[in-house]
């Protein structure tokens, strides 16, 4: 292979692999949403996966992957195209604290990165990609686009997707710092609520305990702790409610940036990938997830 024909390669199989994605996921879900990790429509994994099982093909036969057997296709597709999947999974879940695939469910998944039912769907997939599809791929990349002028249709298309990586680590990371908001104004929302049963409960045991302490005779004077303490007690309450109120404003307005229907945002990726789980503020993600789907009803 070419550094001319690896370009291509990366591009188009990851273009393909959005395709198989978005496919996918309106047939099993009966709606179209863009599965990319990026904005655009490409799904990087994919263009890893594939050119890393064409450099161990090549590396064994010395020859074009397809003219490799099968059974060999099939089994450095499967062991090379999950152990990227790996990789990724857990750079991203580094890289950004959360998981966007999940395979915890499946029998001996990895870590929830991997599991066996996907590595031979992949062993299958690379196999059927090596067959039939590649070919069409290499006369696309070597005949179709003279390089003169492929370089250029690739300079530019490279430039979009740096400039699409790049914008959607900012969208990532914008939307942990709203979610780590969301988490702290949830946190102080209970703090508030306990405060004020506490207040509500506790208030009028306190006064009375009080008035039997210091052992006031005076019907007058029991009347007018009384009311002192009561007064106390609704200023607190009130004080609280008020906090309250502003912390629940202040959390709509936040779901209210996230949730907003955009091309690009956070309300985005969670559609691309409903069962994304965040490491830090999963409770949070959850809450998120749930009222976007109550929307849809």
Known sequence: MTYYQIAWYFLIYSFLGWVVEVVFHAVHQGKIVNRGFLNGPVCPVYGFGVLAVFAVAWGIGRTAP???PAWTIFLVGMVFATLVELIAGWALDRLFHTRWWDYSGKPLNVGGYICPEYSIIWGLAIM???QYVQPMVRHTATDLIPPDYGWIVLAVLYSVYLADLIVTVMIINGFNRRLAELDEIRTSLRTVSDKLTEDIGGGAMEATQRVQEEQVQAALARAEMSERAEAKKAAAQAAVRQRSQALRAKAQRLR??????KVFGGRRLMRAFPSMQHRDFGEVLD???DEMNSEKK
């Open 256 to 261: 209210a940036r996230i949730m907003a229907p």
């Open 66 to 68: 397809e003219r490799l």
């Open 128 to 130: 059927l990609v090596v």
């Open 287 to 289: 809450w998120l997830r």
